[in-house]
C-alpha cells in the first residue's frame, strides 16, 4: 500500500447508491459495479496535507481504495468515477490480502478532464509498501512519482508526466508494430520483398531501442 502521513488520511467510505447518483451510473456501469465490496475516499494529497508551499499545476491528488471479491477490474465503473472528479486521482484496488494500483494520466482543460489509457500494476502482497521518494518537492512530483509507479519503464530526468506516458504508448505502438510486422516476414515467400520488410523490421526495433532508453 502507499505509505503516506497521516496527515492525509479521510478514510470516508461511500456506498453505490451514493456514488451513482454523483457520477449519474447508467445500467452498463451499475452492472460493472455490482461486485464491488467497498469504495473509500482514503487520502488526499494536497499542499497543507502535505506540507508544500503552492506550486505546479496539480492542487490535490485524491486517492481511493476499492475492495473487490476478485482481480476482475471494475473498468467502466472507475473510468465514469474518475471523469466525474475534477481533480487528479489515483486508485488501489485490494483483494484480500493483495493489492494492485490502477489509473490514468489525467488532464483538466478548458472543456473538462481529459483521462489517458489506464494502467496497472501487478498483484502484490497488502504488506508490500510504496513510500514517497525523499526527493518530491511538490504535488506535481507526487503525481508524476504515481503515474511512474503504473508504467514500466522508468521516466527520464526532467521527463513531464505527459511526455513519460506519451512515450510509453509510442512504445506499446511499436511492438505491436513489429509483431505484426514479425510475423509478415515469417511468411513472406518473395526475397526482394521479405528484404525490404527487414529492412522496416530493423527500423522499428531501432526507433524502440531510443524510447526505452532511460
Not at 474518475?82 to 487528479?88: C, E, F, R, T
Not at 490502477?102 to 483538466?108: D, I, N, R, S, T
Request: one cysteine or more; hydrophobic letters at 35%; charged letters at 30%.
Amino acid at each position: 500500500m502507499l505509505n503516506l502521513s497521516t496527515k492525509t488520511q479521510v478514510n470516508r467510505r461511500f456506498t453505490l447508491r451514493e456514488l451513482y447518483k454523483q457520477i449519474t451510473a447508467d445500467k452498463t456501469v451499475k452492472e460493472d459495479a455490482k461486485s464491488i465490496l467497498s469504495v473509500t475516499l482514503s487520502n488526499v494529497l494536497s499542499n497543507d496535507t502535505m506540507n508544500f508551499t503552492e506550486s505546479g499545476t496539480v492542487k490535490e491528488i485524491y486517492i481511493f481504495t476499492i475492495t473487490l471479491p476478485s482481480k476482475d477490474i471494475p473498468k467502466l465503473f472507475i473510468a465514469a468515477l474518475d471523469k466525474a472528479i475534477n481533480l487528479h486521482t489515483f486508485f488501489v484496488l485490494q483483494v484480500g490480502e493483495e493489492y494492485c494500483f490502477y489509473g490514468a494520466y489525467k488532464e483538466k482543460t478548458e472543456k473538462g478532464v481529459k483521462l489517458g489509457k489506464y494502467y496497472q500494476t501487478e498483484w502484490v502482497g497488502i504488506s508490500e509498501e510504496k513510500a514517497l521518494p525523499l526527493t518530491v518537492k511538490d504535488l506535481d512530483d507526487i503525481y508524476t512519482f504515481l503515474i511512474d509507479e503504473l508504467i514500466p519503464i522508468t521516466a527520464r530526468s526532467k521527463e513531464s508526466t505527459v511526455e513519460f506516458v506519451n512515450r510509453y504508448d509510442e512504445i506499446l505502438r511499436l511492438n505491436r508494430e513489429i509483431e505484426k510486422l514479425q510475423k509478415q516476414v515469417d511468411t513472406e515467400k518473395q526475397s526482394k520483398k521479405r528484404f525490404e520488410l527487414n529492412d522496416r523490421l530493423k527500423e522499428l526495433k531501432k526507433e524502440l531501442n531510443i524510447l526505452n532508453e532511460g
